[in-house]
């Protein structure tokens, strides 16, 4: 049976948010936050998070608004095309441990 999931603050992104934790930032607004991830598997490897918590891409889908959703991956696109300078790219997404997810609150991987 599945178990209902449930937001662990004890996550490192939520301490990037909240400032406890340092991150090399690119582009930060009201709902999200873009950083540079600590371990690039490319020369350009962004994360974008909502600000927001949510676990993963199913959880933001299922409980984010439809305007939340449609702003987010406005804002990724903005962020690859303005703020890093990307024609070409890669999104990904862990969704689930099983998936290699390590860690616990939303997040698309920017791999230029
Ligand atoms: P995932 O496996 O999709 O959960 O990806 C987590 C990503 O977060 C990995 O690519 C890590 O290198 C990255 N990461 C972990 N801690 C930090 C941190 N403090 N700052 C930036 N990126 C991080």
Known sequence: MKTKKEYDKNNV???I???ELPSK???ESQSVLAFHDINPISKIHVLVIPKKQYID???FINRAKKDEIVEFFIEVNKIAKE???LDDYKLVT???PKSGQ???HFHIHIIG
């Open 94 to 96: 862990n969704c689930g």
């Open 13 to 15: 992104f939520y301490k």
């Open 17 to 19: 948010i909240n400032n």
């Open 25 to 27: 930032k690119v582009y």
């Open 83 to 85: 703020h890093l300078n």
């Open 102 to 104: 390590l860690v616990f």
């Open 57 to 59: 891409y199913s959880d």
